[in-house]
């Protein structure tokens, strides 16, 4: 199986993204870069060729499921695995994310400390099955 | 890096959070209250933006430490949705009370400001950091004895009239001996220690006292004469209360989509399951995940719950694991027959998601608790041998799979058969729980330490670098030889020698571990009282 290394991170709050910086890159041991929004997140994408797209649902601009349908748009990023982040706790809401293609769904709040144990086993799991 | 260095960069985010937190929230409190203030109808536009805002609250003021904050501005955050999908204007007193609402928000973040003022959040602090535990104690007459007894097994105690308010020496854990105090006086002394677990010893061995002392808050309890091994024993299990793991759970049910929805429902209370379809995957499922629980479907095509049961029983190593089965069986008699050929317990389908969370939570405490408490040494409540060993192969295969490094330590206690001659068995034992004692504290949380044989210990030390091991337990072999360790009158020093091995080196768990143990040999070739690393055999 291969490695989690490269993380892109796509989250519009600042704050957070600081916080997953420090769960991912120093905690976690990943690469980790960090976009704004939607629109960067594809061409970055692109660019960088990241093994996981850690996205966050709700942005201003294009949202987390829409610029996960652009990313399987664009034949350079189209298998990335995707990670959808939200605050929202509906099941039914989890269920739909998954059905257009999300790997998993991280609930927010997350914690620093687990984070990158999350993700990895996230990976793991699909890689697994 | 340093665990302490991340604590140190998220405590710096956190305060960087707090301080914007505290803006949004004025923002929002502004809008509701301008929107309150209006007398034509509110556009959604201008309560789609408060949601926004309460949004964003929501999901992350959990991360920077302020869950009650978190939940709250969820709270709103639907409230105001519900009002934005019903269409119907919100009157002025809603927009009111949510603005107070809002403001009570605000205070508890300043309240909060004001109790952490440049301090680590003590969960983080207590026992994963680079200091020992620290007590203090309030023994009328005693509080001397008590606290050399209790500082000579490696606690850091002081007298709690010693102990001052706002200054940085707070203790983990207040013991009070309330035989000869007044209750008014030492409930008073104990307030101005909010933070401290509290342990109380008690002249009354009564219920009575006893039901007092738990509604006081007291986390342990001991009568006179007082047992200082046992408090100590007692005092350990406090103080090392692991950050639990969250429960893990093994779902067995040819429905996927109904497996999938038990996934989802356990995973929004935090516990983690991984579910298989194919009863025959059950024993691969069980060895890659190991849960604290089962929960089996009763009827599968091909294999019936209960013939599943039978089957994982065979192997002694599941026996801790409760198997429950799901089924839509309400039928009292077939119920029993089920149990009768193996298995625990019966969940009956459909299940409220509230009964299901409760149900799994309470077996997989119960059986966590179980194998805990069998898997860990008796004189120092170290996991044992046959434990650490599996926790070396679980932490050497996850390395593998991530490309992370854990590092494996092994530690000998030197000239332990010469402490053993001159002071006796007694003194041996406490020389032992010393060791125990000091690697607990000093280590992380996620590591794992193991009394590997009689004097030789075991660490599991996942993510940590090679150099970052050897320099930890460098230290702690420092600490360890100025340890004053007491027998009768006589003061004596003891060290230890010690090995380490990294995942990187070694590929295999066995290898790894003769890796360490090889180094550690080396030291002890080498004079004693010091750490040697294991260098592969160059390529």
Known sequence: MKPLQRILHVEDDISIQEVAKVALEIVGGFEVRSCDDGQSAISCADDWQPDLVLLDVMMPGIDGPTTLTRLREQASTQSIPVIFMTAKVQPSEIEHYRAIGALDVVIKPFDPMTLSTQLREIWERSHAG | ?539
């Open chain 2, 1 to 539: 890096m340093q665990d302490s260095d991340i604590q140190a960069r998220l405590a710096a985010l956190r305060e960087q959070y707090a301080e914007r937190l505290g803006h949004d929230l004025q923002t929002l409190m502004a809008q509701a209250r301008e929107l309150a203030a209006r007398q034509r109808t509110v556009e959604p536009e201008a309560l789609e933006s408060l949601r926004h805002g309460l949004h964003r609250i929501a999901g992350s003021a959990g991360t920077f430490g302020y869950p009650a904050l978190g939940r709250e501005a969820r709270e709103m955050e639907l409230w105001v949705q519900t009002v934005l999908e019903t269409s119907v204007a919100p009157t002025s007193p809603m927009l009111t009370t949510l603005h107070d609402r809002l403001s009570g928000s605000y205070r508890l973040l300043e309240d909060s400001a004001k109790t952490t003022v440049g301090e680590p959040q003590s969960d983080f602090e207590l026992v994963s950091g680079e200091r020992s535990v620290r007590i203090a104690i309030l023994a009328e007459g005693d509080t001397q004895v008590l606290l050399q007894s209790l500082s000579g097994f490696g606690y850091d105690c002081r007298g709690l009239s010693q102990v001052e308010e706002g200054h940085e020496w707070q203790p983990d854990v207040v013991i009070i001996d309330t035989s000869n105090l007044e209750p008014e006086v030492w409930q008073a002394r104990i307030a101005e220690v909010p933070g401290a677990m509290r342990v109380l010893i008690s002249d009354d061995g009564s219920f009575e006292a006893r039901l007092q002392a738990v509604r006081g808050g007291a986390q342990g309890f001991f009568t006179h004469p007082l047992d200082v091994p046992s408090l100590e024993r007692h005092l350990r299990q406090l103080v090392s209360l692991p950050q639990q793991d969250p429960y893990r759970v093994l779902i067995v049910d040819d429905d996927l989509e109904l497996a999938e929805h038990f996934r989802l429902t356990l995973k929004g209370a935090g516990i983690e399951s991984r579910v298989i379809t194919a009863p025959r995957d059950v024993l691969r499922g069980l060895r890659d995940f190991v849960p604290d629980l089962a929960l089996i479907d009763i009827n599968m095509p091909g294999c019936s719950g209960p013939e599943l049961a039978r089957l994982i029983r065979f192997d002694d190593d599941w026996l801790r694991i409760p198997l429950v089965y799901l089924s839509a069986e309400s039928d009292v008699q077939r119920q029993a027959q089920a149990l009768a050929q193996a298995g625990d317990d019966f969940l009956v389908k459909p299940i409220a998601d509230v009964a299901l969370v409760a149900a799994v939570t309470a077996r997989a405490q119960r059986s966590r608790q179980l194998s805990q408490a069998l898997a860990c040494d008796g004189l120092t409540g170290l996991i044992k041998h046959p434990a650490i060993k599996e926790l070396i192969e679980i932490e050497q295969s996850r390395t593998q799979r991530s490309g992370a490094e854990a590092c494996v330590v092994m530690i000998d206690i030197d000239r332990f058969k010469s402490i053993n001659d001159t002071y006796g068995h007694g003194t041996g034992d406490y020389v032992i729980r010393l060791l125990a004692n000091l690697l607990r504290q000093r280590l992380r949380r996620v590591d794992h330490i193991g009394r590997y044989g009689g004097e030789e210990f075991v660490a599991v030390l996942p993510a940590c670098s090679l150099e970052n091991a050897r320099e930890a337990i460098e230290r702690i072999r420092e600490s360890f030889a100025q340890m004053e360790c007491v027998a009768g009158k006589e003061v004596f020093h003891v060290t230890f020698s010690a090995g380490v091995a990294s995942t990187l080196d070694w590929t295999d768990a066995g290898a790894l571990l003769e890796a360490a143990d090889r180094a550690m040999y080396d030291a002890k070739q080498g004079g004693r009282d010091q750490v040697r690393v294991a260098r592969a055999a160059s390529p």
